[in-house]
């Protein structure tokens, strides 16, 4: 901050230097406001430095080791040895790689001024950034979230892992239980194993990845446990008996201990409210913890929010465009609705990718069309047929929801998600030449075979069989 900083009035300051912040941000600069983005610590937020790049980087090194050693189904031998320095070294360089994407000169090339400090409300146009006074308009909350503490007894003097931690460790841990089978603690507890760890995975529900497809997460968790993750559902983590140098024992509720040379805490995320002085901005905060919102905007008329900070559809790709639509809101008064269709992908192997409505559970008016991977032949090449496609549609056909279990699930739902958006009949879809043989031929032969059982039913079937049976008898036209 400089004195040229204290003196301007800005159109937009936006708190938090996260994929929402980033995104509101250069939105807001590009339609001609003036923009001051406050950054506490590094431009990036959590997908750059501890979310989706390095764990994705990490996947990427854990898949190649499971390739190798199960390459023999295809005829391949091959001896694997993981080098985790090495990995971790491939982590940090893909961080770096994008990190420039992200930095304060990227957003100063795009007319966005970057600072870095703490930013404190201080008024409902006023705030202090380390203690001195800047002036806004309008402003944006972009601070992401946290790790909710579990609060286990003896934790405290454990020092466990939480996931931002996983990428300072130096040694493969040899014992690793993850507590938090959500979507970190199942793909964390993949990787590590992939990459050689003794892993139990201890989650609380009934099942792993609590809101998806229940079928589709059984697909995962088999594809763990063959893995050689120790997966143990409807096991609530109660407290720690913490040993030297980290390691120690991991208690159940029903008293079973689980020992670990590390202990990663995965458990749920909360929005990261304070000391921000909302209540000077005029921003009230509920009983849940959670921001009081009408769409994108807080209480205060002058303040949206988007990202982790909403507690609602915590991903980057949300954050990103609900960053960009509030920034439009703030900076030109235009309503902004965020879309409520948003697709998600756990990037275990098998991925499973999800959008839209439920795809299991009966409901009236909707019928869910599957499609097991084993006619897929792309699957069937590649000797990777344990998945499925499920689409939910409407009485007229229009694709609502879909779930894709399967590799290459995150990359089909593009596909999927654009028919949801756009209201695409399975007709339409089986319209669309799909190239073959890929995993795309999931959602197209559901499609297909959903098209054929209409093709069979009794009005239609009457109709096209008096079609050929009158061009049987019409003579052929040279
Ligand atoms: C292990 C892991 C893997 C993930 N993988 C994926 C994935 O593959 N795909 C996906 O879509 N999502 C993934 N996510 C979720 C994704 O990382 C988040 O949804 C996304 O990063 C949220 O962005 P944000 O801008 O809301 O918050 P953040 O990125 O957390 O940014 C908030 C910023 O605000 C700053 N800040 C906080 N308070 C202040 C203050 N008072 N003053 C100034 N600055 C402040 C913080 O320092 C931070 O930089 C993953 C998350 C985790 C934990
Ligand atoms: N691929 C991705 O897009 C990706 C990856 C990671 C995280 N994320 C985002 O981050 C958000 C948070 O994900 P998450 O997995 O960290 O949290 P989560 O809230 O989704 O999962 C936490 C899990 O911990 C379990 N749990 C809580 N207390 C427990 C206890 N005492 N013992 C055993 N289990 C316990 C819960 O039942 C839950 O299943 C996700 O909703 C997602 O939006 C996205």
């Keep these: 901050m400089d004195d040229a900083d204290a003196a301007t009035a800005w159109d937009l300051l936006v708190v938090g230097g996260g994929t929402a912040g980033l995104v509101g941000a ?55 040895t ?7 070294a491939h982590v940090r360089a893909a961080v770096e790689e994008i990190r420039p994407v992200d930095a304060p000169e990227a957003l100063e090339a795009a007319g966005v001024r970057a600072v870095r400090g703490t930013v404190l409300f201080t008024g409902a146009t006023t705030a202090a950034v380390d203690g001195r006074e800047v002036r806004f308009a309008r402003a944006l909350l972009a601070t992401g979230s946290q790790p909710a503490v579990l609060t286990l007894p003896g934790a405290d003097g454990a020092a466990p892992l939480v996931p931002d931690d996983v990428w300072d460790l130096d040694e493969l841990p040899d014992r690793l239980v993850v507590v938090g089978g959500g979507t970190t603690g199942t793909e964390t507890a993949q990787a590590f ?85 909302l209540r000077a901005a005029g921003v009230e905060v509920g009983d849940d913890g959670q921001l009081v919102l009408d769409g994108l ?5 002058r303040v949206w929010a988007a990202g982790d900070v909403t507690g609602e559809d915590t991903y980057t790709h949300t954050a990103g465009g609900r960053g960009s639509d509030a920034a439009v809101a703030a900076v030109l008064g235009l309503p902004r609705r ?40 792309r699957a069937v ?31 089909v739902l593009a596909e ?37 059982r209409w093709l069979g039913t009794a009005p239609v079937r009457a109709v096209t069989r008096a079609l050929v049976a009158v061009r049987r008898r019409l003579p052929v036209r040279g």
């Design 338 to 377: 965020p879309s409520r269709v948003v697709p998600r992908v756990t990037f275990t192997d098998p991925e499973l990718a999800a959008v839209g409505e439920p795809t299991t559970g009966a409901r009236p008016g909707r019928r869910v069309l599957h499609q097991a991977h084993d006619h897929v032949d």
């Design 26 to 80: 250069q939105t807001a600069a590009a339609l001609g406001a003036r923009v001051l983005l406050v950054e506490r610590d590094r431009t990036g937020g959590e997908c750059l430095w501890s979310g989706c790049v390095p764990s994705k980087a990490l996947l990427a090194a854990a898949a190649a080791a499971a390739d190798a050693r199960r390459a023999h189904r295809l005829g391949v031998r091959a001896e694997v």
């Design 381 to 411: 090449a590649e000797g990777r047929t344990a998945g499925f496609t499920r689409l939910v549609v409407d009485r007229r056909g229009r694709v609502r929801g879909a779930t894709v279990v399967g590799p290459r699930a995150g990359e």
């Design 82 to 88: 993981v080098d985790f320095p090495a990995v971790m």
């Design 416 to 452: 999927l998600t654009a028919a949801v958006v756009d209201g695409t009949t399975t007709s339409a879809l089986v319209a669309r030449t799909h190239p073959y043989p890929t995993y795309g031929d999931g959602p197209w032969n559901a499609a297909i075979a959903d098209y054929r």
């Design 297 to 301: 905007r807080t209480t205060s008329p």
């Design 193 to 277: 194993a992939r990459l050689g760890s003794r892993v139990v995975l201890v989650e609380a529900g009934p099942r792993l990845l609590p809101g998806e497809d229940a079928d589709a997460a059984a697909v995962v968790a088999d594809a763990l446990r063959a893995d050689g993750v120790d997966v143990r559902t409807g096991a609530r983590a109660s407290s720690v008996q913490p040993g030297a140098g980290g390691a120690g024992s991991l208690v159940l509720a029903d008293g079973a201990e689980v020992p670990y040379d590390r202990l990663l805490l995965a458990g749920p995320r909360r929005p990261r409210l304070e000391g921000l002085g």
